[in-house]
Structure formats: C-alpha cells, structure tokens
Nanobody, 124 residues
Framework: QVQLVESGGGLVQTGGSLRLSCAASGRTFVGYAIGWFRQAPGKEREFVAA????????YYADSVKGRFTISRDNAKNTVYLQMNSLKPEDTAVYYCAAGLLRVGFTRPSDYNYWGQGTQVTVSS
C-alpha cells in the first residue's frame, strides 16, 4: 500500500523559511516523480514543484521559482520542499503526490497517489 506522509508545515512570518518533507513507502518509486501541490481556501489545487525519482530532473511553477527548492533523498525515500522568502500568498495546505507523469506534470490528474497534506501559514 502506497503511503505519502507530509510533515514540516507550520506558521511563519513573511520572509521566513520552512522545509516540508514527504516520506514515501509501499512500492518502488523508480520511474515515478514526486510533486508538491498546494490548495488555498476557495481555490483550486495548484502545482508547485516536482522531481523525478530517477535522474532528479526538477520542475517549478513560475510563482515559486528562485524561492522554493525540491530535492530527494533516495536512501530515505523522502522528498523535500525547501521554501524560502515566504509570502502570505503561499499560505495553503501543501500536498505531495506520486505519479508516472506520462503526459504532463502540472495537473493533479497526472498523479496517482496523494498524501494527507500539511498546513503552511505565512503571516504578514
């Protein structure tokens, strides 16, 4: 059974940093990619970043480029999202997801497995 468990969310002031973790288990993720999405109240779930498990290619939404960094630790089966220079508009529930990305990587439907989410709140 595939499990993705996010952690590391919390409350931070504008300009601060947080590091989210996504611990993956239940299958081999070779050939998969892990993505981060976020969803603010009343808004659709939006793509943040993704990384391929093999090769390490990374992808970012324009809104987070230069501020967020996605990385992986294959030995720990964990993907990280380092978030710097946080803004109030980054406030959302952050989800990690796993998918084969056969077509694209920015849509929720590109991913097969999802975590339960972790709240990130950036105060102004």
């Amino acid at each position: 059974q595939v499990q993705l468990v996010e952690s590391g969310g919390g409350l931070v002031q504008t300009g601060g940093s947080l590091r989210l973790s996504c611990a993956a288990s239940g299958r081999t993720f070779v050939g998969y990619a892990i993505g981060w999405f976020r969803q603010a109240p009343g808004k659709e779930r939006e793509f943040v970043a993704a990384i391929r498990w093999s090769g390490g290619n990374t992808y970012y939404a324009d809104s987070v480029k230069g501020r967020f960094t996605i990385s992986r630790d294959n030995a720990k089966n964990t993907v990280y999202l380092q978030m710097n220079s946080l803004k109030p508009e980054d406030t959302a529930v952050y989800y990690c997801a796993a998918g084969l990305l056969r077509v694209g990587f920015t849509r929720p439907s590109d991913y097969n497995y999802w975590g339960q989410g972790t709240q990130v709140t950036v105060s102004s």
